[in-house]
């Protein structure tokens, strides 16, 4: 097929897609990691531990989120991507409002799994449209540019949330509404955000599928989910190492994520709205910076002749942030100071293997697959890492230190497992890409 003007790939209005793709994925962030900045005053009005926090910060999210995705990468391989992400943004947005109203543990829990199923129409569907609007040699800086989404989202949750936290007052009294607290207002201005995203995504056009199909591996024809399930199965030596490999990266993400605001409040004494500033400041500038490397040193790689330069990379980067994930929070380090730049270059590294992650996903899938690659993927490292790296957190500090101001203690253990485990996982994956690469199924 032959595209013209803005249709052609790799155009200025590809570039655009990818763009308001991000944005959508980093309003998805903030609509998820709020949650993380408001740990004390929920805490505190619902009576919660540390461990129950971290199921609304994870396992409540993670499970719906991974489940639903299945069927949703599904929907993305059949039906239109554009639409599908379109009811996803009114959907979480209108969830994420809903916490506001939430009065116990029970409420607030249900209102995150709508926002789970709302968000899981995304990234499937978001993935596949980019495939389909750049060539191999652009793919991976494509990839890294929707990932950016992830962690400006992240970072705008906490500076976002800081400014709010700081400007309105404890109790506020909405019309029809009545009286509620500030970190209720919270979630309800952030859904209320959601609208005209929803209404952005409107002016995305839908590509035609597998404009750039041209390896063996790519004819497939009839797909269903079981014979999906099939082809991933008999290639279980790169997907499971792969999904196993990145999950352990994102664990550290998500751990660092959900509980340096509280490390900072009960180690350092900080305030929410100081730390929401600082550290989403340091978010939205190092963590960009850090999946935007990953995706030029990626497509340099696979410039270069490197087959596996996609899982290379990753790996690469990988070894620094074994050493920052180790010392950011240790209690060694004894000042604030200190911390926030060892976390600065923890996120950096955080964030290296974003693009290239689904780039080996995709180039080593056939295209009528990709979009149920995605969710498999995302489903595994969701479960994995969001499900499981806030509550091994909140487990370890409630029951092995038992003591919540050590709770940096916690994530030096998380940060200093979970990194080497990665990079011996994606070294296996790397072997059987080569493989899938090069030769036809």
């Not at 129950?52 to 599904?74: C, D, H, I, N, P």
């Not at 109790?171 to 009286?179: D, N, R, S």
């Not at 101001?405 to 070294?427: D, E, N, Q």
């Amino acid at each position: 097929m032959i595209f013209q003007g803005s249709d052609r790939p790799n155009s200025l209005y590809s570039w655009y897609v990818v763009v308001v793709l991000m944005l959508c994925y980093a309003l998805s962030f903030i609509d998820r990691q709020i949650l993380s900045l408001l740990v004390e005053p929920i805490k505190a009005d619902l009576g919660l531990s540390d461990t129950e926090f971290s199921l609304l910060q994870g396992m409540a999210f993670a499970l719906f989120y991974t489940f639903v995705g299945l069927y949703m990468g599904k929907l993305a391989d059949t039906r239109n991507r554009r639409n599908l992400i379109v009811l996803g943004v009114a959907a979480w947005s209108a969830m994420t409002a809903l916490c506001g109203f939430a009065k116990s543990f029970s409420h607030l829990f249900m209102a995150r799994v709508g926002v789970a199923v709302g968000e899981a129409t995304l990234s499937p569907a978001a993935y596949s449209i980019t495939g389909d609007y750049f060539t191999k040699d652009k793919l991976a800086r494509a990839m890294s540019t929707y990932s950016v989404g992830v962690f400006l989202g992240s970072g705008l949750a906490f500076v976002v949330g800081g400014a709010l936290i700081a400007s309105i007052p404890a109790l506020a009294t909405l019309p029809l509404v009545g009286e509620v607290k500030a970190w209720q207002l919270v979630f309800i201005i952030v859904g209320l955000t959601g609208i005209p995203f929803a209404l952005l995504v409107l002016t995305v056009r839908e590509p035609p599928r597998g404009r750039y199909s041209d390896t063996a591996t790519e004819q497939v024809e009839n797909v269903t989910v079981f014979n999906s399930v099939k082809y991933f199965t008999r290639h279980w030596r790169f997907y499971g190492p792969h999904f196993i490999g990145f999950s352990m990266l994102t664990t550290i993400g998500y751990a660092f994520h959900s509980w340096v605001p509280a490390f900072f409040i009960r180690t350092h004494g900080w305030q929410a709205s100081e730390i929401g500033l600082t550290y989403g400041t340091i978010n939205i500038i190092a963590a960009p910076l850090g999946v935007l490397a990953g995706g030029w040193f990626g497509d340099k790689l696979a410039k270069a002749g490197i087959q596996d330069a996609f899982i290379k990379g990753p790996i690469a980067g990988a070894i620094p942030l074994w050493i920052f994930a180790s010392l950011a929070t240790a209690p060694f380090i004894g000042t604030s100071t200190l911390s926030l730049v060892l976390l600065a270059a923890l996120h950096f590294f955080a964030s290296f293997h974003a693009g290239m992650a689904v780039a080996a996903l995709h180039t080593a899938t056939p295209l009528t697959m990709r979009s149920q690659a995605t969710a498999a993927y995302l489903f595994v490292i969701n479960l994995i890492g969001l499900g499981g790296g806030p509550l091994i957190v909140a487990l370890l500090t409630d029951f092995v230190f038992q003591n919540e101001r050590l709770i940096g203690s916690s994530l030096m253990v998380v940060g200093a497992c979970a990194t080497p485990i990665a990079i011996f996982m994606l070294s296996l994956a790397a072997r059987q890409y080569r493989v899938l690469t090069s030769a036809p199924d």
